[in-house]
């Protein structure tokens, strides 16, 4: 379980164990997928918590993040160090920077543990998916594929999908509304 492993953790440690000679696969069973910037692994899942909260938090763009996150759906303030600081306190005041780490270790695991475990895991009982592909896939996505599991059990094949009505023309014109909604009329 990570926020924002897709993105920052493992990129990290992955060139951080090129450098020293390592492969992160080798090592922990884990890739980096360049392509669909994630992180895959044959035997486990990696849930990452920010995925959850970009589809499923109802919080608003710039409230995203780990700190405003924990404030608004755990309701605490976690420990905060502004990201200029971080470099110099390693030096000057490590236990600062260990109970900075600890701090959103723990409102990670809340997180986790409190939204997004029984949501994704409860959602993947219903749709035929990996808990890996029910936390990052669109909510239309899991609607059509939840839709087909729906649509075998009553053994239709394949349902039909819903074409849009063809653009309606006038004189040759496009007409973008077929009511006078918003319209007005002019005394003279």
């Not at 087909?148 to 004189?171: D, T």
Request: glycine letters at 6%; one cysteine or more.
């Amino acid at each position: 379980v990570t926020f924002n492993g897709d993105y920052f953790d493992f990129p990290f440690i992955e060139i951080r164990s090129a450098v020293h000679g390592m492969n992160m696969f080798d090592e922990i069973g884990f890739w980096w997928d360049k392509k669909a910037a994630e992180v895959r692994s044959r035997f486990s899942v990696h849930m990452d918590a920010l995925c959850w909260v970009r589809r499923d938090s109802y919080l608003p763009q710039g409230s995203q993040g780990l700190k405003a996150v924990t404030k608004a759906k755990l309701g605490y303030d976690p420990l905060e160090v502004h990201h200029e600081d971080m470099v110099r306190f390693c030096w000057e005041q490590p236990q600062k920077m260990a109970s900075y780490s600890v701090s959103d270790a723990v409102s990670t695991y809340y997180l986790y543990m409190k939204y997004v475990h029984p949501f994704i895991f409860s959602l993947a009982t219903i749709i035929p998916m990996s808990p890996d592909e029910v936390l990052r896939k669109g909510s239309g996505t899991l609607c059509e594929v939840l839709l087909m599991v729906e649509a075998f059990r009553v053994n239709i094949v394949c349902p039909n999908k819903y074409e849009s009505v063809k653009e309606k023309m006038h004189q040759g014109h496009l007409l973008a509304s077929e009511t006078y909604i918003g319209g007005h009329v002019e005394c003279l």
